[in-house]
């Protein structure tokens, strides 16, 4: 009796093909898109980080911040830029930790995930470039501050390391003091166990009442009390 032939193995399924970016930049113009985000996120963990403050609720959805080769910063998440391309994408959910460390501590740990995002992004759009011109491109970027660099360098570090420093001077004078901080967001003083203090409702930061124009027994007003930066911030949007 004959034995069937056994069939020749079916040929490897070749893997799928890693999708590129259609993207024809030269090392410059790649460069430049690279420097605009940058700025915009190094703007975004220094002068505006109280915006950026707010802008990340725990209570949302995973956020990522985004630096967009328009200039703007924008805190939205993942799913809404469509990454089908294959485009990386920013550090996930750093809105969920924003409560669970200081803030000089988180917008550090921004800066860090911001610089790792801006080198993937910027050698993903590179990757039709030659191995030389990639190169002199990964020579231009590292010739700049990194955003971490430059926002222990900034204004904003220094004021933080202030503020934190007089919260860890004060710890043992602020004990059963209950949710109250150590210092006003709005003037920088510290906690005076008889003084008066709001909590903005929408950043959950506390001033003096006479520092945002506050008495004792406007409970309506104390109810729903924002502050003049997100009012500010809220009359921009409208």
């Known amino acids: 009796m004959e034995m069937e032939a056994t069939p020749p193995p079916a040929a490897p399924v070749p893997p799928p093909a890693i999708s590129r970016p259609r993207y024809s930049g030269t090392v410059e113009r790649t460069f430049r898109d690279f420097t605009i985000r940058r700025a915009a996120l190094i703007r975004a963990v220094t002068q505006d980080e109280k915006v950026l403050f707010r802008k990340c609720n725990p209570r949302m959805e995973s956020l990522c911040l985004y630096g967009n080769t328009d200039g703007n910063w924008e805190v939205l998440p993942p799913k809404l830029f469509a990454p089908s391309s294959g485009q990386p994408e920013p550090k996930l959910g750093i809105n969920l930790v924003r409560d669970k460390m200081r803030r000089l501590k988180w917008l550090q740990h921004i800066s860090e995930h911001s610089d790792a995002w801006l080198i993937r992004i910027s050698f993903f759009l590179a990757a039709n470039l030659e191995a030389r011109e990639r190169q002199r491109l990964f020579t231009m970027i590292s010739s700049l501050p990194t955003v971490q660099e430059t926002f222990i360098a900034s204004e904003t570090y220094r004021r933080l390391?202030?503020?934190?420093?007089?919260?860890?001077?004060?710890?043992?004078?602020?004990?059963?003091?209950?949710?109250?901080?150590?210092?006003?967001?709005?003037?920088?003083?510290?906690?005076?166990?008889?003084?008066?203090?709001?909590?903005?409702?929408?950043?959950?930061?506390?001033?003096?009442?006479?520092?945002?124009?506050?008495?004792?027994?406007?409970?309506?007003?104390?109810?729903?009390?924002?502050?003049?930066?997100?009012?500010?911030?809220?009359?921009?949007?409208?």
């Not at 001033?207 to 930066?229: D, R, T």
């Open 161 to 238: 390391c202030h503020l934190e420093n007089m919260i860890d001077e004060t710890k043992d004078e602020d004990e059963g003091c209950g949710p109250y901080p150590t210092f006003c967001a709005s003037c920088g003083d510290r906690y005076l166990a008889k003084g008066f203090w709001v909590r903005c409702t929408l950043c959950k930061c506390w001033s003096h009442g006479k520092c945002v124009k506050v008495k004792v027994g406007q409970e309506e007003l104390i109810k729903n009390f924002e502050c003049p930066e997100c009012c500010a911030e809220k009359r921009g949007h409208d």
